[in-house]
């Protein structure tokens, strides 16, 4: 089988089916990258934190007994079953998965639009001029298309907590089209954090779709109010991958049914943000990875059942001061089962909450000295006991 895509999803599946189906699958990892950077931490960078964790991405794959192809996908022959490079190599496949995540796209001009790609080369500027002065009024921008909307909460937190601690008066405005602060995770998260915006100072403007003009001003619907701020701070818009070959759905994203395979096409499977699933964030594209995972070793003839996918939404809520921790399901009828809590409720307590690879990469960080510039995992074959035994005890649980 081919996996593509050097992400959250694509590590979770190659690292599920080494423990589900390690004798009946022979994989092969398709990605461009050297490294698997764990981008839910940069967020933290603009304020002189340590930069946030980087790994050999072959060293992760050879732990799950897969290869590793640096390349790019082209494009799919599914009838013939071959995925083609950019170079011009032709991979066979029996079972195909495409964890390729989504394309972050600016939807403001004169806002700086978060990129967890390079955080702190985008806003450590910004995070200077508060604690200079020279910004007095910021606002915090979501639109209706929203990303993953924990890291506007958090770098509005944590600015205003840095502009307290430099004793600068900031005014703070999150504006978003959601009814209450991070109601994904429902009514009791978001009264939780609505509580935390109101001791911080933050003012919060809700369902409200946002235009700005020009640099400085925000225009908000309905009503027309105006709002005019020294900065502006805007989450991006997502859109899918491009990929030649497989039926794509609104703003390229991939549409998949419950067991994680892709609609009208044989054998192709997908996971993680290039999904139509609504809700783009590490936690939510291990748990699609493990679906993938189960149908694709229960194929392969390992002794498991497929399961459809059932998602419980996990966020660690970085602030000024210690963080929260937030869970949500859904219990049936749209209705979720919330809540929020000041230590982890799942292990390890990690930004993404991920069955086989939060064990593996908790491993890598156990048996590595931290460090800005030593990559983790340098030894042989570093967090791969701990992975087993990690992965071990959970069955033992079970």
């Known amino acids: 089988m081919v996996i593509v895509g050097g992400g959250v999803a694509a590590l979770e599946i190659a690292l599920a089916l080494a423990k589900l189906a390690p004798r009946g699958t022979d994989v092969t990892v398709i990605a461009p990258n050297s490294e698997f950077v764990y981008r839910p931490l940069t967020v933290r960078e603009p304020f002189s934190y340590s930069l946030a964790r980087r790994y050999p991405l072959e060293r992760i794959v050879r732990a799950a007994g897969a ?12 009838d013939e079953h071959i995925a083609h490079t950019n170079t011009g190599k032709a991979i066979g496949y029996d079972a195909l998965v495409l964890a390729l995540g989504a394309r972050p796209v600016a939807r403001f001009e004169h806002a700086v ?16 001029d508060i604690e200079g002065g020279y910004i007095r009024s910021l606002a915090f921008l979501s639109t209706e298309r929203m990303a993953w909307p924990l890291p506007l909460y958090e770098l509005a937190l944590m600015s205003a907590g840095r502009a307290y601690d430099a004793g600068v008066k900031l005014t703070t405005t999150i504006v978003t089209p959601e009814k209450r602060p991070l109601q994904v995770f429902g009514a009791a998260a978001s009264s939780a954090v609505e509580a935390l915006l109101e001791r911080a100072h933050i003012q919060f403007v809700s369902s409200a779709h946002v235009e700005m003009p020009k640099a400085g001003e925000l225009l908000l619907e309905p009503r027309e109010r105006r709002l005019h701020v020294d900065r502006s701070i805007a989450l991006p818009e997502l859109e899918g991958p491009t990929v030649r070959g497989i039926p794509l759905g609104d703003h390229g994203f991939i549409p998949v049914d419950a067991y994680g395979r892709v609609l009208d096409v044989q054998d192709i499977y997908a996971a993680g943000d290039a999904t139509n699933f609504p809700i783009k964030h590490g936690g939510i594209a291990a748990q ?7 149908s694709i070793a229960a194929a392969a ?20 001061q210690e963080p929260v921790y937030l869970t949500a399901r859904l219990t049936g009828g749209g209705s979720f089962h919330s809540q929020i809590a000041e230590t982890p409720t799942w292990y390890p307590a990690s930004k993404i909450a991920a069955r086989y690879l939060a064990p593996y990469l908790d491993g890598l960080d156990h048996e590595t000295p931290r460090s800005d510039t030593t990559l983790a995992g340098a030894g042989p074959i570093a967090g791969e006991t701990h992975f087993k ?9 079970k």
């Not at 290869?67 to 599914?78: A, F, N, P, Q, T």
């Not at 699609?288 to 189960?294: E, R, Y």
Request: aromatic content about 4%; proline content about 3%.
């Open 301 to 320: 003839g390992a002794a498991v059942a497929p399961e459809r996918f059932q998602p419980v939404i996990r966020g660690m809520l970085l602030t000024d």
């Open 67 to 78: 290869r590793l192809l640096r390349e790019e996908l082209d494009w799919i022959d599914r």
């Open 113 to 128: 639009t978060i990129d967890d790609r390079r955080m702190d080369e985008t806003l450590h500027g910004v995070v200077q």
């Open 389 to 397: 035994l990690a992965m071990s005890a959970s069955v033992a649980s």
């Open 288 to 294: 699609q990875a493990d679906t993938v995972a189960l």
